[in-house]
């Protein structure tokens, strides 16, 4: 009986050791885990980390909108003139995408221009009385006044240059020039024009 007795107490005392041991072993396990150690499951704000930061930082940049004034602008070619009146210059410039009518205007306001940066505009001095388009020709009605008079070389340079600039539009078809509403042989008597001239 006393052998008994001890035996249980032996297997009890067992028991205890074991239940203190696998309860280390479960608050290490424990402590592992809470210190976000191997095989813990990553917090709210572990998880998210620089996914968290992303959004703050997109946001942060701009955002790019579709500008309307620069859907309602197109890129041209306006023509000039070097000062030598020897070769020609070309240039981009936007102007507003309007109706084909006020494309042209626009073009011949820019044809008008010195650009500054070494071409000449032949056109600067001419008075534009009228500009219109009716099915595919463009009709021009200018004054020259004495200071735009030229010899032949500028006079075929002005014509090329306002060949080169309206006809790079597929709606235009021809040009007649006009001094002054009158259906003339030449702007200054030197280069002859054609009513219209076509393409």
């Not at 936007?94 to 032949?122: F, H, M, R, T």
């Amino acid at each position: 009986m006393h052998k008994t007795g001890q035996a249980f107490r032996v297997l009890i005392a067992s028991f205890v050791v074991l239940a203190a041991l696998s309860g280390c072993g479960a608050q290490e396990k424990t402590n592992v885990d809470t210190q976000g150690g191997v095989g813990a499951s990553p917090t709210a704000n572990e998880s998210s980390g620089k996914q968290d930061n992303e959004p703050e930082e997109s946001a942060n940049e701009p955002t790019p909108v579709p500008s309307s004034a620069a859907a309602d602008q197109m890129e041209i070619t306006i023509y000039a003139t070097d000062a030598e009146l020897e070769k020609t210059l070309e240039r981009k410039v936007a102007i507003p995408n309007a109706g084909e009518a006020d494309i042209v205007k626009s073009a011949l306001a820019e044809l008008q221009k010195d650009a500054g940066d070494g071409s000449v505009s032949l056109w600067k001095d001419v008075h534009i009385l009228a500009a219109n388009l009716n099915e595919g020709i463009v009709t021009v009605d200018i004054h020259i006044p004495d200071e735009a008079r030229l010899g032949a070389p500028g006079e075929l340079q002005m014509v090329e240059t306002l060949k080169s600039t309206l006809f790079q539009f597929s709606f235009v078809e021809g040009i007649d020039i006009l001094v002054v509403g009158e259906a003339v042989e030449s702007m200054m008597g030197h280069v002859d024009l054609e009513h219209p001239i076509l393409r």
